[in-house]
């Protein structure tokens, strides 16, 4: 499969789950998460879904609980897209954006000392 639709199939699959995560949710946990991006493997079985959060629970806590509701998520998703097969769901913890800002805080801290 080419690259741009499973590019397009990973976009529309985090988009998606945000949308499931912000309308179907009861979980208080699974609302304080924003999805960042989604890599989908290229058979299309397997789907990659890194998140983060403003909660103040541990990241382990955190994957833990997401991952224990995948199986609701995967659900879902399978109703509102239309795929011949759903992928299996993992999340991920975004380190991405912690790693920004930490390399921020550095570069600041640089200017500062200047």
Known sequence: MPSHKIA??????A??????????????ILKSITITGCKVSKDL??????????SN??????VKEVNEASSFIRAE???RLDLR???????VYDESIDYAANIENIIK??????
């Open 45 to 54: 079985s397997y789907a990659k879904v890194y998140f983060t959060s403003l």
């Open 85 to 91: 097969h759903t992928p299996i769901l993992e999340f």
């Open 109 to 114: 801290e640089i200017k500062e000392h200047d």
């Open 77 to 79: 998703l399978a109703e």
């Open 57 to 62: 629970l541990d990241r382990k806590t955190l």
């Open 8 to 13: 397009k199939i990973s976009s529309d699959i």
């Open 15 to 28: 988009r998606v789950i945000s949308e499931i995560i912000f309308e179907e949710a009861k979980d208080e």
